[in-house]
Protein backbone atom coordinates (compact mmCIF):
# COMPACT_ATOMS: atom_id res chain seq x y z
CA UNK A 1 0.00 0.00 0.00
CA UNK A 2 3.00 2.31 0.89
CA UNK A 3 4.28 1.58 -2.15
CA UNK A 4 1.12 2.18 -4.20
CA UNK A 5 0.86 5.82 -2.78
CA UNK A 6 4.79 6.37 -3.00
CA UNK A 7 4.22 5.93 -6.75
CA UNK A 8 1.06 8.34 -7.13
CA UNK A 9 3.22 10.60 -5.25
CA UNK A 10 6.00 10.37 -7.94
CA UNK A 11 2.97 10.31 -10.56
CA UNK A 12 1.90 13.28 -9.34
CA UNK A 13 5.18 15.45 -9.10
CA UNK A 14 6.26 14.89 -12.73
CA UNK A 15 2.71 16.06 -13.51
CA UNK A 16 2.98 19.18 -11.73
CA UNK A 17 6.68 19.50 -13.01
CA UNK A 18 4.91 18.77 -16.83
CA UNK A 19 2.62 21.57 -16.16
CA UNK A 20 4.28 25.09 -18.17
CA UNK A 21 5.07 27.63 -15.81
CA UNK A 22 3.89 31.21 -15.97
CA UNK A 23 7.15 32.46 -16.36
CA UNK A 24 7.30 30.47 -19.71
CA UNK A 25 3.76 31.66 -20.82
CA UNK A 26 4.70 34.79 -20.45
CA UNK A 27 7.98 34.76 -22.53
CA UNK A 28 6.18 32.70 -25.25
CA UNK A 29 3.67 36.21 -25.51
CA UNK A 30 6.33 38.09 -25.68
CA UNK A 31 8.10 36.06 -28.49
CA UNK A 32 4.81 36.47 -30.11
CA UNK A 33 4.22 39.77 -29.50
CA UNK A 34 7.71 40.54 -30.97
CA UNK A 35 7.20 38.68 -33.94
CA UNK A 36 4.14 40.56 -35.01
CA UNK A 37 5.23 43.85 -34.15
CA UNK A 38 8.50 42.69 -36.39
CA UNK A 39 5.58 41.34 -38.97
CA UNK A 40 3.79 44.26 -38.82
CA UNK A 41 7.14 46.67 -39.84
CA UNK A 42 7.85 44.72 -42.08
CA UNK A 43 4.15 45.56 -43.64
CA UNK A 44 5.09 49.18 -43.42
CA UNK A 45 8.22 49.13 -45.19
CA UNK A 46 7.12 47.51 -48.01
CA UNK A 47 3.68 49.52 -48.13
CA UNK A 48 6.30 52.63 -47.69
CA UNK A 49 8.19 51.52 -50.75
CA UNK A 50 5.15 50.11 -53.07
CA UNK A 51 3.65 53.56 -52.22
CA UNK A 52 6.90 54.84 -53.13
CA UNK A 53 7.00 53.52 -56.67
CA UNK A 54 3.43 54.68 -56.82
CA UNK A 55 4.13 58.53 -56.23
CA UNK A 56 6.85 58.18 -58.73
CA UNK A 57 4.63 56.82 -61.65
CA UNK A 58 2.28 59.88 -60.75
CA UNK A 59 5.39 62.04 -61.13
CA UNK A 60 5.63 60.87 -64.14
CA UNK A 61 2.01 61.09 -65.28
CA UNK A 62 2.43 64.82 -64.37
CA UNK A 63 5.57 65.41 -66.28
CA UNK A 64 3.54 63.91 -69.31
CA UNK A 65 0.67 66.15 -68.46
CA UNK A 66 2.93 69.31 -68.24
CA UNK A 67 4.70 68.63 -71.19
CA UNK A 68 1.28 67.86 -73.13
CA UNK A 69 0.41 71.61 -72.05
CA UNK A 70 3.60 73.42 -72.83
CA UNK A 71 3.26 71.57 -76.26
CA UNK A 72 0.09 72.34 -77.22
CA UNK A 73 -0.28 75.76 -75.41
CA UNK A 74 1.26 77.95 -77.54
CA UNK A 75 -0.34 80.13 -80.52
CA UNK A 76 1.40 78.61 -83.81
CA UNK A 77 1.57 74.97 -82.15
CA UNK A 78 1.34 72.09 -84.50
CA UNK A 79 -1.46 69.96 -82.43
CA UNK A 80 -4.24 69.25 -84.22
CA UNK A 81 -7.68 68.13 -82.49
CA UNK A 82 -6.40 64.20 -83.24
CA UNK A 83 -2.67 65.06 -81.30
CA UNK A 84 -4.49 66.42 -78.61
CA UNK A 85 -6.96 63.91 -78.26
CA UNK A 86 -4.46 61.32 -78.50
CA UNK A 87 -2.34 62.69 -75.56
CA UNK A 88 -5.76 63.45 -73.50
CA UNK A 89 -6.27 59.72 -73.99
CA UNK A 90 -3.17 58.34 -72.83
CA UNK A 91 -3.18 60.84 -69.83
CA UNK A 92 -6.73 59.52 -68.87
CA UNK A 93 -5.55 55.67 -69.32
CA UNK A 94 -2.33 56.61 -66.91
CA UNK A 95 -4.74 57.92 -64.52
CA UNK A 96 -7.05 55.19 -64.36
CA UNK A 97 -3.99 52.66 -64.34
CA UNK A 98 -2.73 54.88 -61.01
CA UNK A 99 -6.27 54.63 -60.06
CA UNK A 100 -6.44 50.63 -60.35
CA UNK A 101 -2.90 50.38 -58.70
CA UNK A 102 -3.92 52.30 -55.60
CA UNK A 103 -7.14 50.13 -55.09
CA UNK A 104 -4.76 46.96 -55.74
CA UNK A 105 -2.22 48.17 -52.79
CA UNK A 106 -5.04 49.57 -50.44
CA UNK A 107 -6.57 45.54 -50.88
CA UNK A 108 -3.05 44.74 -50.39
CA UNK A 109 -2.10 46.07 -47.59
CA UNK A 110 -6.02 46.35 -45.78
CA UNK A 111 -5.54 44.18 -42.74
CA UNK A 112 -1.14 43.76 -42.70
CA UNK A 113 -0.73 47.43 -41.79
CA UNK A 114 -2.32 49.26 -38.81
CA UNK A 115 -5.57 51.50 -40.50
CA UNK A 116 -5.54 54.48 -38.14
CA UNK A 117 -1.99 55.30 -38.15
CA UNK A 118 -0.32 54.59 -42.03
CA UNK A 119 -2.53 52.95 -44.10
CA UNK A 120 -5.97 54.79 -44.53
CA UNK A 121 -3.81 58.78 -44.05
CA UNK A 122 -1.74 57.70 -47.09
CA UNK A 123 -3.94 56.27 -49.27
CA UNK A 124 -6.93 59.16 -48.60
CA UNK A 125 -4.06 61.89 -49.16
CA UNK A 126 -3.05 60.12 -53.03
CA UNK A 127 -6.50 59.97 -54.30
CA UNK A 128 -6.71 63.39 -53.40
CA UNK A 129 -3.85 64.38 -55.36
CA UNK A 130 -5.32 61.62 -58.32
CA UNK A 131 -8.89 63.13 -57.97
CA UNK A 132 -6.75 66.83 -58.34
CA UNK A 133 -5.43 65.28 -61.69
CA UNK A 134 -8.60 64.10 -63.19
CA UNK A 135 -10.40 67.32 -62.69
CA UNK A 136 -8.00 68.93 -64.26
CA UNK A 137 -7.92 66.39 -67.18
CA UNK A 138 -12.14 66.77 -67.54
CA UNK A 139 -11.53 70.52 -68.08
CA UNK A 140 -8.91 70.07 -70.35
CA UNK A 141 -10.67 67.86 -72.24
CA UNK A 142 -13.83 70.30 -72.17
CA UNK A 143 -11.75 72.78 -73.35
CA UNK A 144 -9.41 71.34 -75.89
CA UNK A 145 -11.01 71.85 -79.11
CA UNK A 146 -10.72 75.52 -78.34
CA UNK A 147 -7.27 75.50 -77.65
CA UNK A 148 -6.78 73.74 -80.86
CA UNK A 149 -8.75 76.16 -82.90
CA UNK A 150 -6.61 78.89 -81.72
Not at 69 to 85: A, F, I, L, N
Amino acid sequence: MCFRILIILVLLMGIIEARPRVDSLRELRKLMRQQNDDEQDQHVQHFKDDIGMWTHSLEQMGLNFVAFVDQCRPMGSQCSQRHVQRLLRSIRRSCNELRGQLDILEIRYLNKVSEVEILMPTLQAVRGVLLKYDNMLKLINAEAFKLVEQ
